[in-house]
């Protein structure tokens, strides 16, 4: 299908009416350190991505020894149940319209503190009751609401900072997120066997914390008052 795709693709996309670029790729590779290093907002949000996605992988790595029946679980899923539960990401899709159009307006400040403050409800929900199914459903629903409204919180963030390198930027970010993905499934394994699901969802709950208290600090400085 990629394949198919890929030709689609290369017979159907329209020409590009700008000029080559005239930089080399590894120039272009070395703008992105630049970037970063003189873009504050963009190394703000890239802190905040790697946190986000390290508590969404820490999430849903974690919850596939918990509905397998590990650690003294309740729930004995098969694998083709426990993969029904990423359903829940839906919403998130069904949410992310009413952020996108907070962030329409240039309002990402307060949204941003929102996703968080949204997060932690769905760990204390996930803590609270993790052998109810329906409590279990709902936690997801919430805390997959918060992942996905601050990526795009994010996103509306660093694409405002400069249209002309929107790739490189992209480039930067992405880069981050899914370090923060690595991170988050490296812990869950090892917190989920060494403390159970309890553990998990105070590291996860932490994690929340750390990205609502480090958004406030980010907040501010001159730079996040600016780009708020």
């Not at 508590?55 to 596939?64: D, K, N, P, Q, V």
């Not at 929900?125 to 919430?142: C, N, R, T």
Request: charged share 10%.
């Amino acid at each position: 299908m990629q394949l198919v795709m890929a030709v689609v693709v290369w017979f159907a996309s329209p020409a590009d009416p700008r000029p080559a670029p005239t930089h080399s790729y590894p120039a272009s590779l070395r703008s992105v350190l630049t970037l970063i290093r003189t873009r504050d907002v963009l190394r703000h949000r890239m802190f905040l991505g790697v946190v986000n996605m390290a508590g969404f992988s820490l999430l849903w790595t974690s919850i596939a020894f918990l509905l397998a029946g590990a650690h003294g679980s309740p729930y004995h899923f098969s694998d083709a149940v426990i993969g029904l539960f990423g359903l829940a990401g839906i919403a998130g899709a069904m949410g992310a319209p009413v952020v996108g159009r907070f962030a329409d307006r240039g309002h990402v400040r307060r949204p941003t503190y929102l996703m968080w403050v949204i997060q932690l409800a769905g760990w204390a929900l996930l803590l609270a009751d993790g052998a109810s199914l329906p409590v279990l459903i709902a936690a997801l629903l919430v805390f997959d609401l918060g992942v996905q409204g601050l990526q795009l919180c994010n996103q509306v963030a660093i694409y405002a900072l400069d249209a002309e390198a929107r790739s490189r930027i992209t480039t930067a970010y992405m880069v981050a997120y899914f370090a923060g993905g690595i991170v988050g499934s490296l812990v869950a394994g090892v917190a989920y066997q060494a403390g159970g699901w309890p553990l998990v969802c105070g590291l996860g709950a932490a994690s929340a914390a750390l990205g609502l208290a480090a958004r406030s600090v980010f907040a501010g400085s001159r730079s996040g008052r600016a780009a708020a």
